[in-house]
Structures are given as C-alpha cells and as structure tokens.
C-alpha cells in the first residue's frame, strides 16, 4: 500500500507511514453488517393500532394478513356477540405477539 499523504511505499500491517507518521488506511475497509433491528414498542403500536401490521412489520407477512382476516371476521361476529369476547382477545394477543417477534428477532440478530 502507499501513503496517502505522501505516497511512500509502506507495509500492510503498518499503522503509520514510515516516512511521514501519517495514518494508513489498513488494508480494504471493513463492511459493517448491520442489522436492522426492529422495535418491539413501534411493533406493539402498530398492532395496536392495527391488528396484525405488528407482526407484518416483523415480517411475519402471512401471519399478519391471516391476524387481520381474524379479526375482521371476529369484529363481523360482534352482531353475534361472540365477537365481543374474541375481538379483544385477538386484538390484545396481537399487541403481545408483535412486541415479542420483535424481541425475539432483536435477540437472534445480536447472537449472529
Ligand atoms: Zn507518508
């Protein structure tokens, strides 16, 4: 590699030029993988909000279309009144599970 204050020829492993000091860059720059961590909080909100975008906000997909359909269904059995006990249910389950997807996906990503 090559200084790239005053281009003197200097090892790889060095540091510093060995002509000038200078700072060296050592070898390629590293990549940086970052995870894109996701907030069980923003997860509990949205499923909140709206049951089943928490969890489609995890990336469960499936699973959030398939809470949405339940619940829309369970909101329609409201005029059976059943509806007045699921729909909570499901609502409330929603908002637990989104932020614990969240969680638990924040944790496998830290462990690699
Ligand atoms: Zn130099």
């Known amino acids: 590699m090559f200084c790239p204050t005053c281009g003197t020829p200097a090892p790889e492993t060095a540091a510093q030029c060995p002509s000038c000091g200078g700072p060296l860059l050592t070898g390629a720059p590293k990549i940086v993988v ?44 409201m005029y059976l009144l059943i509806g007045f006990i699921t729909t909570p249910i499901l609502w409330i389950w929603g908002i637990i599970d989104a932020y614990r997807e969240a969680d638990r996906f924040n944790r496998e990503a830290e462990i690699g």
């Open 34 to 77: 970052v995870h894109a961590l996701r907030s069980p909080g923003l997860a509990a909100v949205l499923s909140f909000f709206w049951c089943g975008l928490g969890q489609i906000y995890n990336g469960q997909i499936a699973k959030g279309i398939m809470m949405m359909i339940a619940y829309a269904i369970s909101a329609f059995m």
